[in-house]
């Protein structure tokens, strides 16, 4: 029988500081839930707006953090000046890609198809690009990118 000799003891961690990566870590989950729930042709009208209302609510938390400085999960991650200036970067250039990926005046269904292995410039290509429901669980895992860049 192997016993402990000190009782286990979790780091602190700085919810304050961790929210702008919660914030996108949920919304990216709350994203894959609406690609399960919702039909093809109403998740783009939900994904677009729930991912860009995520990083509108963590670029709000990194402004509020502006100042601020913390170390937290034992050391492991820093919140100072330059890390929240880079977040602030990474959320504000994630919310231009977001706009690019969802633009779709110039391609019905938008730039991402859902095969990938078509060869371009086929008639199955041409079929595929003239549907307009396309993949959007790209803007999920867009978010997850995003909070994993915002990690380190």
């Known amino acids: 029988m192997i016993v402990a000799e ?11 500081a961790l929210a702008p ?15 399960a729930a919702l039909p093809r042709g ?20 990194i402004v509020k953090l502006a100042g601020s400085s913390s ?6 991650i820093a919140m100072d000046s330059p ?3 880079l977040q602030g970067a ?7 890609a977001l706009l690019l990926i969802g633009e779709r005046t110039l391609e019905p269904g938008g730039p991402f198809v859902a095969q990938a292995a078509v060869t371009a ?7 595929q690009a003239s549907r307009s429901e396309r993949a959007t669980e790209v803007y999920p895992l867009a978010l997850f990118g995003l909070s994993g860049m915002m990690l380190y």
């Open 121 to 127: 410039n086929t008639d199955v290509d041409w079929a």
């Open 83 to 85: 890390a929240l200036f």
């Open 71 to 76: 170390l937290t999960a034992a050391g492991a």
């Open 21 to 35: 990566m919660l914030i996108l870590f949920g919304v990216a989950c709350l994203g894959v839930v609406v690609e």
């Open 42 to 61: 109403q998740r783009h009208r939900v994904q677009l707006p729930l991912a860009l209302a995520g990083l509108a609510a963590a670029l709000l938390i």
């Open 90 to 96: 990474i959320v504000v250039l994630g919310a231009v």
């Open 6 to 16: 000190e009782p286990l003891k979790l780091p602190h961690l700085d919810y304050a």
